[in-house]
């Protein structure tokens, strides 16, 4: 008897060795379970062995689910009596068949030439960059006024911002960008336009500047934006940016007693107050 139990654990040493070798950890070995063959051993009667399911992993099992004592063992897919759990040593497997090679990256094709646009006479293209500063600073408002008419007003806000690239001593592109700004409703960034340009013209609310006529026939616009900018005034009425911007824009508006009155009101909690006092100095 002894003998026949030694030769039944070789048989199944020889089969599970087997299955280490050639199986990765993690997988179920084999896809269906393992029957191993009756035998006859020096003379014992057959001896049927039931299957096994050998498992190969290097990481813990989850603890099988109790069995249904109602329901008969044999109807389970798998009995947990019947469970080998095989766990190799590290580097302890043979024979493994290498590596799968990443795929190599298909190759770059290279980059298709920029297509260029044909011109025709009914194109209109903008005329090359001037060598001068001072004149690529007039060519780039020149273009800022055509798109603001135009009622294009990032665009034109592009435009002064790139004249004040070219040439920052400008102060006529920070009126202009500020403008723009107001137009497209960015009130803050147009206040800080007019203290930049106030600093290289100081006497700037002496100036002959009429922001109604950038807006060339969009003359309707202009009154939008200035009553826009009023209901901003009326639900922050404390605001001092927005209350100087409003006199600005009633200044040049030929407006100026009633600009004052908004500059008063920003003047205490503005904290910069020259721009505001070189407006209520002018007569």
């Known amino acids: ?78 009995n947990p009596d019947e469970v080998i759990v095989i766990r190799p040593r590290p580097g302890g497997m043979r024979d493994l068949p290498p590596p799968r090679q990443a795929l190599a990256p298909p190759p770059m094709l290279p980059e298709p030439p920029p297509r260029i646009a044909a011109v025709g006479p009914g194109v209109r293209q903008a005329p090359p960059p001037e060598a001068d ?26 435009r002064f911002e790139q004249a004040l690239r070219v040439d920052p001593n ?52 202009h009154a939008l934006h200035l009553e826009r900018l009023r209901q901003a005034v009326e639900r922050s009425p404390q605001e001092p940016a927005l209350l100087f911007l409003f006199g600005v824009q009633l200044w040049f508006n030929n407006r100026r007693d009633d600009a004052k009155s908004y500059f008063r009101k920003a003047l205490p909690n503005v904290a910069d107050p020259k721009p505001i006092e070189r407006f209520l100095a002018e007569t």
Not at 192 to 207: T, V
């Open 133 to 158: 500063k001072r004149a690529e600073n007039a060519r780039q408002q020149k273009l800022g006024r055509e798109a603001f008419a135009a009622g294009e007003y990032g665009r034109a806000a592009e």
């Open 170 to 221: 400008q102060a006529l592109s920070y009126f202009l960008l500020a403008q723009a700004q107001f137009a497209m409703g960015k009130y803050r960034d147009a206040v800080a336009s007019i203290h930049a340009g106030m600093k290289l013209q100081p006497d700037w609310p002496a100036a002959k500047f009429d922001p109604r006529e950038l807006y060339g026939d969009n003359a309707g616009d």
């Open 1 to 78: 008897m002894k003998r026949a139990l030694c030769a039944a654990g070789a048989i199944l040493l020889a089969l599970t060795g087997t299955a280490a070798a050639q199986f990765p950890p993690g997988m179920l070995f084999p896809a269906r379970p393992i029957f191993v063959p009756a035998f006859y051993s020096f003379g014992y009667p057959y001896v049927p062995v039931r299957p096994a399911v050998i498992i190969v992993t290097t990481r813990p099992l989850p603890p099988l689910a109790p069995v249904d004592e109602p329901r008969r063992r044999d109807e389970l897919p798998i």
